[in-house]
Structure formats: C-alpha cells, structure tokens
C-alpha cells in the first residue's frame, strides 16, 4: 500500500489528509490554525503545516506529497531568499486602486487576450504593483515572485535562507492553475509574460525568476525519500478531489461563493465577469466570485433568533419565491457584479410576505441567484453544463441543497462533506508517483430531484441592482 499526502493551506487554517492510493481512503487527517488577517509571515504556514502533519501522525510512510493553498497573493523574496515583507492575501484589498490602474493602462480586452482575464485586487499583479507605489524600497530587492503555495513547497524542500539547502531559488516550482491567477501568465502557451509583470513592478523584471511551471504528472525531489507535486490553486484542487470532468460545474458555498466549471476551451472574458484560469489537469477553470454567502445564512438566522436546523425548518416551510419577497444579499459589498461599497436591500415587504419564513428562504434564494448568474456567464462564454456539485458547509444544508434545485437549471449532486482540496492535492501526489490520474470514489450525500421555479430567479432579477447603479 503506497501512501500520499495532500495539503489545503487555506486563507484560516492548514488541512492534511493521508491517503491510500489504492481505494482512496483518508487513513489519517491533521489539521493547524493559521494566522488572522490580510498580511501574514509566511513562516507561520510553514509551522502550522508541520503541526498538521504532526496531528496526522507524520509522514514517514508518505511516498509523495502535493500541497494546494490559497490562490494569488505575494510572497516577495530577495536574492537570498529571505522574505521582503509579510506576504500580502487575496482579500487584502489595498490592491484594488493599483488593479485598476493596471487595466486603465492596457485595458480589458488586452489583459483578456493575454492572461484570460482582468486584474482585480487580489490578482498578484495587482499587489506588485501597489508594492512598487507604496514600499518603492522593497520592491527594488523584489528577486523572485511566489504564491503562496509556491512558497511553502519550496519550504518544504528543504529551500530558504536558513535551510539544509539554501535561498536557492531557481528551485521555486508551480503549476498552470497557481501561475493562471498572477495577470501575468498565459495559461493557453504555457508561458510567463514578463512584459506584463514590468509594468506591474514599474522595474526591469528580466532576472526576476519566477517559479517553473511543472507538468500535470511531474514532480521535484522533497524531503527524504519521497517526491512533491506541482501543486495547485485551491478551487483547482477541489476540482481534482471532486472527479471533476467535462460538464461538470462546482458551486462551493463558503465565506464567500464561487463557481468553476471544467472544460477544454479556454476563456477570455473582457467584461472581467469571468475569470478565465486553468486547472491542474491540463484543462482549464473558468471561474465566477462573489463576496456573499454562507456567511448571509448565519446572519439571517441569528436575526431569527434560530440555529442552523431550524433556519433550514423555516426557509422550507416558505413557498418558492418567498411570497414576493427578495434578498439582494451584498451585505459585504459585491464581486460579481463589482460593487465593492453596495449594501444589503430587502424588496417585497407586505404585510402578506413579512414572516420568518420567507426571511429565510429569502436569504438563501438571494444567495442561490447571484451564483447561478455566475454560472449563466460561464455558460454564455461557451462551456457547456450538465451538473452542478454543490460543495462548501451550507451545503449540508437540507433547505440550500433542496431550494439549489430550483433555482439551477441543472441536475444539482451534494457530495457527502469532505477536504475536497487536500484530497484533490493528494490526487495529483498519487498521480505523481504512478503517472496515472487516479479515479477514486466520491460519496454523495444527496440528489435533490430537479425542480427548476423560474418564479425566483424571475424575481430576483426584477430587483437586482446593477453595476452603474
């Protein structure tokens, strides 16, 4: 029996799980919090996924490992490859002034043709680009760019300043789905555009070295006798440990919602609705954010006074629509469509419609909505749908799996509750070490039966706001 370990380095905390090539089975599992907030010392990833591997028995007996982590973000190295400063997330959105200046410089059908999508502020270019502004001294000793999980294999391996190894960093490795997030790379050639980072660092990048782009199947030597994995980016990776192939759409309803779908066509949307990306088979991943989700169902229920149950109890017992009324629920403010300063609007408020009912079901209705729109954008740019998993912990949910049926136009499957990106990293592990993808099992949970109510995307959209507004 071969053993291999997958790594979710997410946004909160580090997930391993160990797991049996053969039957696919999660033998052993550890976990580690990181730390809070938007800039974090990349080191501390580095001690919580020791202290996960720790929690999962070690990895003595491990043959290959493959870690996935939080798209984009900066991890800026000098020429020793000591860290600059602390990396800068996602969801750090100081960037968002230095995106927009990156598009109003090339524009959006440029960046599109070149990179499959539009800068945003959590696009790696896009904090290059603030870090030239705002810290002008650090970003001259800027000579090397990683992401996040970029980084933490290299850790992995041995590399750093103060590491067996050394800074070495030509040995920094990626792969296609990381690379397809930083504004900077081609996913359709394979191949950096360094033109593209100038202009993000306002400087010469021509020694700049950036990660190599490995293979589906390749792999680089890791700690003692086992091999490492490219890697991925975190939705590429769940796209891995869902099985996921043509056809197949995945709703993932955490903090925030999003949608991907894989498919064999790239996609090049200007409107920046889309952000066209590619996953870690050798397919791509168009994918669609939003800011709001499971985050709109704890917030309503609290409101109610009630526990997840009987949030779920109420939204059920509510008729499909909700009597009228509808959530706009951009209680954060909106990515897709971008509207970083909206607000939450309750519409359709009669006397009639004003129960806790259709409060409830409002809200995940509202929710529902702006992610199937995010799947009529993928669809319009030509990827073809034929299911929808529906993943993330409201998923759980009998109301949002049940009411998901009506809202998609499309056979909806919940997978039974899982690491879906651990487990998609310890695919790729396994199909490092075999050279074979592996086709392990995924459990469902449950199959709503479909019944598509136009009534509630109907009303939904006779309410939405829209970006001009």
Known sequence: MSLVLGVDSSTQSCKVVIVDTVTGTVVRSGRAAHPAGTEVDPEAWLQ??????????????VSAISIAGQQHGLVALDASGAVIRHALLWNDTRSAPAAADLVAERGTEEYARRTGSVPVASFTAAKLRWLADAEPENAVRVAAVA?????????????GPDAPHGGVLDELVTDRSEASGTSYFDSVRGEYDRELLTQALRR??????LPRVLGVADSVA????????????????????????????????????????????????????????????GLYLPIVTTLNAARVFD???????????EFSRLALSAPAGADGLVLQPWFEGERTPNLPDATATLFGLTLGSTTRENLARAAIEGVLCGLAEGLDAIRVRGVAVRRVLLIGGAARSAAVAGIAAQVFDAPVVVPKPGEYVALGAAVQAAWALSGERPTWPVPVATVPVPDTRPIIRDRYASHRRQPDQ
């Open 204 to 209: 010469d990048t021509a020694d700049i070295v």
């Open 299 to 309: 917030a309503t229920a609290a409101l109610l006074g009630v526990d997840q149950a």
């Open 147 to 159: 992401l996040p999980h970029d980084w933490l294999t290299w850790r992995l391996r041995g590399y």
């Open 48 to 61: 919580a996924l020791r202290r996960a591997v720790a929690d999962a028995g070690g990895m003595e007996d």
């Open 222 to 281: 890791g700690p003692g006798d086992t091999i490492v994995a490219a890697g991925a980016g975190d939705n590429a990776a769940a796209a891995l440990g869902l099985g996921a192939a043509l056809g197949d759409v995945v709703v993932s309803l955490g903090t925030s919602g999003t949608v991907f779908a894989v498919t064999d066509v790239p996609v090049h949307d200007a409107d920046g609705i889309v952000a066209g990306f590619a996953d870690a088979s």
